[in-house]
């Protein structure tokens, strides 16, 4: 499997807030590959989120780029972003967007219908809701999911294009104990499948179970460990930190 990566370079966002000039992102440089699992936390207005839009191409950046294989991401054109944006990625946002007029399945079938494409998209939708433990919910409507199932409905619905990279906001945020790590374990085995996954979050244990893990303080970010655990996932047993 050839590596795919997205390469950030000296990325900065800055705006005003009033007569202030606030730095969002702060000259960030980090780069994520097929089947990296990485973590990004942090204090609420540090950035973490301005950075998933910009790497999702929702937000212009003041300065510096967005590589995808070498290409700057800023130089396309808007349909070659909404294209990057459908094909390329999913994003799995902190606010629920589930439409709540369509069943789970027609929720997860969506992004399949946004360009034109070939095949039966209910039984690649039938196959993620399999994956993230909910296809007997296929034809429930959203009013009727708890909030951990209506996590999965967004994160299968993500992955509905078979994305290259996933972009994940508080994933786990307001989860139980194990709905976060059956989660995490979707995560896991999309970086097995060789999809790169993105993770903000306040969680630090759910961090442990990532590739490498940073930081980010008022716009800038650092590293604060790769890690090296290779078992299979336990939250509560995994003895390969200790």
Same mark, same amino acid.
Request: net charge positive; aromatic share 4%; proline share 5%.
């Given at each position: 499997m050839n590596e795919i990566r997205i390469q950030v370079v000296n990325l900065v966002k800055e705006y005003t807030q009033g007569e202030q000039l606030i730095m969002a992102l702060d000259h960030i440089c980090f780069s994520i590959a097929s089947g990296e699992f990485i973590s990004i936390t942090g204090r609420s207005g540090s950035g973490k989120s301005t950075l998933l839009n910009v790497l999702a191409g929702l937000t212009i950046p003041t300065s510096g780029s967005v590589l995808l294989e070498g290409k700057d991401l800023f130089t396309l054109s808007d349909d070659e972003i909404s294209m990057y944006r459908n094909s390329r990625i999913g994003c799995v946002p902190q606010?629920?967007?589930?439409?709540?007029?369509? @069943?789970?399945?027609?929720?997860?079938?969506?992004?399949?219908?946004?360009?034109?494409?070939?095949?039966?998209?209910?039984?690649?939708?039938?196959?993620?809701?399999?994956?993230?433990?909910? /296809?007997?919910?296929?034809?429930?409507?959203?009013?009727?999911?708890?909030?951990?199932?209506?996590?999965?409905?967004?994160?299968?619905?993500?992955?509905?294009?078979?994305?290259?990279?996933?972009?994940?906001?508080?994933?786990?945020?307001?989860?139980?104990?194990? @709905? @976060?790590? /059956?989660i995490i374990s979707v995560f896991k085995k999309m970086t097995d499948e060789g999809v790169a996954v993105l993770m903000v979050t306040h969680d630090l244990d759910v961090t442990e179970y990532t590739d490498s893990r940073y930081k980010m303080d008022r716009g800038v970010l650092s590293e604060i460990q790769r890690n090296t655990c290779n078992c299979t996932l336990s939250l509560n047993t995994c003895k390969c930190t200790e």
């Open positions: 606010v629920s967007s589930i439409l709540a007029n369509l @069943t789970v399945l027609d929720n997860v079938r969506l992004p399949f219908h946004l360009a034109k494409r070939k095949g039966d998209s209910s039984v690649e939708a039938l196959r993620l809701l399999r994956l993230v433990g909910i /296809e007997k919910l296929a034809a429930r409507m959203p009013k009727r999911l708890s909030g951990g199932q209506l996590k999965r409905v967004v994160i299968a619905r993500a992955l509905m294009n078979e994305p290259d990279f996933l972009f994940a906001d508080e994933p786990t945020g307001d989860l139980d104990a194990q @709905t @976060t790590e /059956e």
